[in-house]
């Protein structure tokens, strides 16, 4: 039995509960270790076998979990985040159904979740923005051409993007020749609940400068759009007196 585990954005404590107990029982764990926290380990058991999947092909971790299946093992597969964020998980998940081998996944914290407690930010405010865009921007790995950083841009959304800061003068550039202001505000988080997050705010013309002078170049997310810096934003109709919900009557009927 495989079981794919999100670790979370990196804090030791923010991977769930049911996640820790995988990993307390596994005889076998592949963990990304380009971008896992290793001191999620310490909860594997003595003489767990550990691999690290940044080292590995595809070919090579389903090896892996063939060999480890066969002899009735308990493998966890650790990814960043929640894995089915950029996970590449699919992939392996059609791996093991054409071997036949059982799996399951554990939802994890994504870092975009971990980027916003960080900057006690809401995504989603009335009259602002009620959408998120979870993207990233075209490099060696292709985007769909209708998921074009412009025509997402279009809708004015709140965008974040991952695997993206390695770049962002091309980032900004290409976002303020689609039509977003040069200054919308922006935030850069790197490595979310980490011990060594770093966190900046800024606006898309200033974004690449602000990364370069501060030594950005991965593990870190960027946010495009005005709920980083909201100045006018409508309250919730949730604990608004005047509204009606399913648990209380409200005073303006």
Known sequence: MVHFVGAGPGAEDLITIRGKEHLEKADVIIYAGSLVNPGLLKYAKEGCDIYDSARLTLDEVIDIVKKADGKGKEIVRLHTGDPSIYGAIREQMDA?????????????????????????????????????????????????????????????????????????????????????????????????????????????????????????EKTALIIVGDVVEPSVYEKSKLYDPGFTTGFRKGTDT
């Open 96 to 216: 093991l159904d054409d071997l036949g081998i059982m799996y399951d996944v554990t939802p994890g914290v994504s870092s975009f979740c971990g980027a916003a407690a960080a900057l006690n930010l809401e995504y989603t405010l009335p009259t602002v923005s009620q959408s998120v865009i979870i993207t990233r921007m075209d490099g060696r790995t292709a985007v769909p051409e209708k998921e074009s950083l412009e025509s997402l841009s279009e809708h004015g959304s709140t965008m974040v993007f991952f695997l993206s800061a390695g770049d962002t003068k091309r980032l900004s550039e290409r976002l303020i020749a689609a039509g977003r202001s040069e200054d919308t505000p922006c935030a850069i988080v790197y490595k979310a609940t980490w011990p060594d997050e770093k966190k900046f705010r800024c606006n898309l013309k200033t974004l690449p400068e602000v990364a370069a002078k501060n030594g950005i």
